[in-house]
């Protein structure tokens, strides 16, 4: 009997477990959280500088004494539509700021112009607009092509498009979750423009 061999078990063994595994969830969690944050800090904005796409239009349509017909301007804007005129309001808005996330593609933007979809992808800072339709946007904006082309003839895009939304001419909507949005540095543009 005293040679026996005795297994003892002890009695914490379940508690050790479970401390553990959450150990193991915790720091699985901080790595994720440091590099959600560490890809949202790191998003310099990125100068992009580009030429209004009305220049043209705008100095075809300016007589002798300097005045613009901002109707005509407006017609055929909206008859030459493309996508530069996209890419002009998206810098304007700030998309300088939006970066590939860690864990998720490119920013994908989508513009809906009437019965018309556009699709931007955000590389290195610059969109890159095709008159084609996306599943997996981020950022839905909804605007009449008058409402765009009205856009980039006034002096500040960003209060215009601001106002637009406030009364109701354009809307913008989040379609990828909270997380996904913050990673790629969205949150700040959208509150700037929701208000």
């Known amino acids: 009997m005293v040679t026996d061999k005795v297994r003892v078990r002890d009695k ?11 150990a193991v969830i915790l720091v699985i969690g901080l790595v994720l959280g440091g590099m959600f944050i560490f890809g949202f800090f790191s998003g310099e904005k990125t100068e992009i500088i580009l030429e209004n796409p009305l220049k043209d239009i705008v100095f075809a349509n300016t007589n002798a004494q300097g005045q613009i017909d901002k109707e005509a301007v407006i017609k055929q804007g909206i008859l030459e539509f493309n996508g530069d005129y996209i890419n002009y309001i998206l ?11 860690p864990l998720f593609e490119n920013p994908l933007i989508e513009f809906v112009l009437g019965d ?9 800072g610059m969109p890159n607009s095709k008159k084609e339709s996306i599943d997996n946007e981020d950022l839905r904006i909804s605007i009449s092509k008058e409402e765009a082309v009205r856009a980039l003839l006034s002096p500040d895009i960003e209060q215009f498009m601001k106002d637009s939304v406030a009364e109701g001419r354009a809307g913008i909507e989040m379609i990828a979750g909270k997380v996904e949005l913050f990673s790629k540095g969205y949150l700040e543009m959208y509150g700037e423009l929701s208000g």
Not at 12 to 22: D, F
Not at 91 to 101: D, E, F, I, R
Not at 116 to 124: A, K, P, Y
């Open 12 to 22: 914490y063994r379940l508690v050790k477990r479970i401390g553990i595994v959450l």
């Open 91 to 101: 810098v304007a808005l700030g998309v300088g700021y939006l970066h590939k996330s």
């Open 116 to 124: 018309e979809v556009w699709s931007s992808e955000i590389i290195g």
